[in-house]
């Protein structure tokens, strides 16, 4: 062990209890990010004034102090309760004011289900990474299914109420149940099964369409739904398929990779049996578009025939026809012709214009004046020139006169020279005894400095 007896007063760096905390919390924030943990829920208290939740979890051989404040625990669906399994996500820390270990939790799910949510996320991003949910499009589903393959259990209600509505909306269609389990171990690959079972089928007898079903549940429940061989083999199956599984608020991975998802197995049923429901309608417009056009067809075939007699005429009368168009040419090239000469006269008389613009008297006219111009020209700018330089020889005159060192005397001003005749600017430049000479404008004073 280290003695630190020997440490002076100023060497030591001395901590409050708070500070000691705050930095120890402070450290545990920076080093760790944002961890989930699981445990089981102990000690639960909620306070009533500020909602917020002060429990522990722990497992068999540990315990951690958690709280989770009224902002983050609003959001959640559920209140936990001693002995619930629950997974958290939160920041450790230290609470200073009683130096207790805790995290401070943001996220709460309840352990088994949280466990699937975030498998079933992991697979669904998995398998939307490689494609496989852009495979299969709705459009693929034809508009008039005959024959359809159902994949759902023979003991549920899903299979009554799908061949109920298949029957009241569509009577024609061929509806194929292929009998599978859809809920607990061994059900995902009894699913597979049956659909193999149909695309074997398929070859001799072909399928419109493929409704995979089942009634509403848990997520465990529906957990087979969600198998990925299972997903990636619908993803690649030749027969468009319908996916109804569970009720309108339940999702599973099937829905994703078939061609369409309708909410229940009712609502898949509705969907494969729509075209032929309104198959009747159909029948019935393509009869009134047939009658339409055909009415259509005789009305334009009377039309042509009445124009055609209409065009019918006697040869006396297709000839004065064309003696009239022939008088109509006639009187057409009078005027055109009366038009053309009039323009080629007036092009002759632009062109005499342009010849007499192009005269050498007129050319020397023109010449005659511009030099008059600019010898005018030229005289105005020899006067403005003159009168500017003989305004600023007198400016510049007044300034000599100005900074003439006579005319600065005269408005009583002196100049002070030292024994040799140089000008003094300051009296650092004098000594005691020298004899110095000073200028006035009427005359010179010599002094003697004594002091």
């Known amino acids: 062990m280290e003695d630190y007896s020997n440490n002076t007063i100023q060497q030591r760096e001395i901590h409050t209890v708070t500070e000691l905390n705050q930095t120890a919390s402070d450290f545990l924030n920076e080093a760790f990010p944002p961890l989930w943990v699981a445990g089981e829920i102990s000690n639960f208290k909620e306070y009533g004034t500020s909602g917020h939740w002060y429990f522990s979890i722990k497992d068999s051989n540990s315990v951690l102090s958690c709280t989770m404040f009224r902002m983050q625990n609003s959001s959640l669906r559920f209140k936990p309760k001693e002995g619930d399994q629950v997974i958290m996500q939160g920041k450790l820390s230290i609470y200073a004011k009683s130096g207790r270990y805790q995290l401070i939790a943001s996220k709460m799910e309840l352990a088994g289900f949280g466990e699937l949510m975030r498998k079933y996320e992991l697979l669904k991003n998995k398998l939307n990474s490689e494609g496989l949910f852009e495979k299969k499009v709705m459009g693929d ?42 809920q607990g171990d061994g059900s995902a690959q009894s699913v597979l099964k049956s659909l193999k079972e149909i695309e074997l089928h398929n070859e001799k007898n072909k399928y419109d369409a493929v409704i995979i079903c089942r009634g509403g549940g848990s997520i465990e429940d529906l957990w087979c739904f969600n198998d990925e061989q299972l997903c990636r083999y619908i993803a690649d199956y030749p027969i468009p398929v319908v996916s109804g599984v569970g009720h309108e608020t339940d999702f599973t991975l099937t829905d994703f990779v078939s061609n369409l998802r309708a909410a229940t197995p ?20 393509l009869k009134d578009r047939l009658l339409r056009e055909t009415s259509n067809l005789v009305m334009g075939a009377q039309d ?10 006697s040869p006396r009368q297709r000839l004065e026809e064309q003696y009239q168009k022939l008088d109509a040419v006639t009187e057409r090239l ?4 009366k038009l053309s000469l009039n323009a080629k006269k007036s092009r002759q008389t632009i062109l005499e214009t342009r010849i007499n613009s192009l005269s050498p008297l007129l050319s020397i006219t023109n010449r005659k004046n511009q030099i008059i111009n600019l010898k005018k020209e030229i005289c105005e700018k020899q006067k403005t020139t003159i009168l500017n330089k003989q305004g600023l020889l007198k400016l510049i005159h007044e300034k000599l006169i100005a900074l003439n060192p006579s005319e600065i005397l005269n408005r009583g001003y002196s100049i002070t020279f030292d024994e040799n ?24 004073i010599k002094s003697k400095v004594t002091d």
């Open 141 to 182: 589903i034809p508009e008039i299914v005959n024959r359809v393959g159902v994949i759902t259990s023979q003991h549920g209600a899903a299979i009554k109420d799908v061949i109920s509505t298949i029957k009241r909306r569509s009577p024609h269609m061929d509806v194929v149940i292929s009998p599978c389990k859809v």
């Open 266 to 285: 009712t609502a898949a049923a509705e969907i494969v049996s729509e075209g032929a429901s309104n198959l009747n309608d159909y029948f019935l417009h």
């Open 304 to 313: 042509n025939l009445n124009t055609l007699r209409r065009l019918l005429r």
């Open 334 to 337: 009078i005027i055109n012709t």
């Open 421 to 444: 005749g140089n000008s003094i600017a300051s009296a650092k430049k004098i000594t005691h005894g020298d004899v110095i000479t000073t200028q006035l404008a009427d005359g010179k």
